[in-house]
C-alpha cells in the first residue's frame, strides 16, 4: 500500500460533519450551502440528462462549455483565451489539481506550499513525487511575506500550488502580492498552479484578479475555476482548467488517463450557468455578503473575536491565546451543538492552533440557530 495514503487520517470535514450528525449539530464546518443552488441550471442538467447526449463526450470537455468558459473570464476578469488549445474541463477542481501535479513534476521536483492549505494538496504533491516547501502566511492579514519566498524558493522549486482568495481565511491577495510571487515564479522558472475555485465569491474590496492576468506570467499559471462553487452546487464537480497551450498538452495528457471526461449534462448545465447575466453573479456576492455579515454580528456580539473576511463562504474566529482550536470545536460540537473547523487542521508544520472557520453559506434560520446555541453557550447555558 502506498504510505502516502495508508498514513492520512479521514479528513477533518468529514470528521466533524460525522460529530455534527452524532450530535444533532448545527453544521458550519464543511462548506456547502444549504439552498438548492439556481433552478435555472439544475433545470437545464435535468432536460439534458433526458434528451441530450448521456455517452462519453470528449476528451478536452464539450465545445459548448469550453466556449462559454473563455467567453466568461473575457467578460469577467478580462482574459484572452483560446477555448480550442487553452480551455479544459475535469471532474472538478480536485481532478484539476491532481492532473496538474501529475503532469508538471517529475520526482524530487520541489513544490511551494502556503500554508494554510486545501488539505488535498500536500498528499496529492507527495504522491505525485514532489517536495513540499512550506510558507506560513499570517493572521490577520495572510500577506505574502518575500523573506519567506526567499526561504522556499530554489533551483529544484518547479511548482507553487496558489489559492486564491484563500480557504480558510476567507481573504483575497493584493495586486502587490501576485506581483511578488510572479518575481519568484519568472526568477526560478517555476509553474503556479492557480486554485481559483473562489473566484466568484469575493464580496468585499476589488473584484478578483487571476494570477495569470499578469504581465509575464500568461504561460506561467495553470488557472483552476469549479463550476461546484459558482454554482453553489458543490457536489457536480465541473472543473475549469485555463493554461497556455504548451502546457495544457501535458495537463491534458494527465486529464485523459485520470477520469477522460465529465457528465456531459452537468457541462451542457454550466455552459449555460456560465452565460447567466451579470445580475446572478452579483446576487451570489451579495447573499454571501449578507450572510457572512449576519453571522460575523452576530458572534462578534456573543463575545467571539471574529477576523476580517472578504470571499468565500467562511470567516474565522480568533480564539486568543491559550486556547487549542481542536479541542475547541470538539467541545462546541458536544456541548453547543455547533460544528466548525479548526484552522490547525490545514497546517502540515508550525500550526497555528487559535483560530476556528464558521462556513457562513446557509440559510438565515440555519445561521440564527447557531448563534443563539453558541451564545447560550458561551453564557454558561448549556
Ligand atoms: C481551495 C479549494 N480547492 C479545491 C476545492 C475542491 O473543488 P471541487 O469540488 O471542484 O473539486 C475546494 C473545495 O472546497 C477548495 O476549497
Known sequence: MNSVFSDSATTIFETMSQLAKAHDAVNLGQGFPD???????????????????????????????????????KRMQGLDLDWEKEVMVTSGATEALAGALLALLEPGDEVVLFQPMYDAYLPLVRRAGGIPRFVNLRAPGWRINEEDLKRAFGPKTRAVIFNDPLNPAGSAFPREDLELLGRYLVRYGAVAICDEVWEHTVFEGPAHLPLMALPGLRGRCVKIGSAGKIFSLTGWKVGLVCAAPELMKVLSKAHQYLTFSTPPNLQAAVAYGLSLGDDYFRGLKARLRASHDRLAAGLEAAGYKVLPSQATYFLSVDLGPGEDDAAFCGRMVREARV????????YAENHLRNIVRFCFAKKDATLDEALRRLDSWKRGKV
Not at 35 to 49: L, M, N, Q, W
Not at 55 to 70: K, S, V
Request: hydrophobic content about 40%.
Open 35 to 73: 439552498d438548492p443552488g439556481p433552478e435555472e441550471v439544475r433545470r437545464k442538467a435535468a432536460e439534458s440528462a433526458l434528451s441530450g447526449w448521456n455517452q462519453y463526450p470528449p476528451m478536452m470537455g464539450l465545445p459548448e462549455l469550453r466556449q462559454a468558459t473563455a467567453a466568461h473570464y
Open 339 to 346: 460544528a466548525a473547523i479548526p484552522v490547525s487542521a490545514f
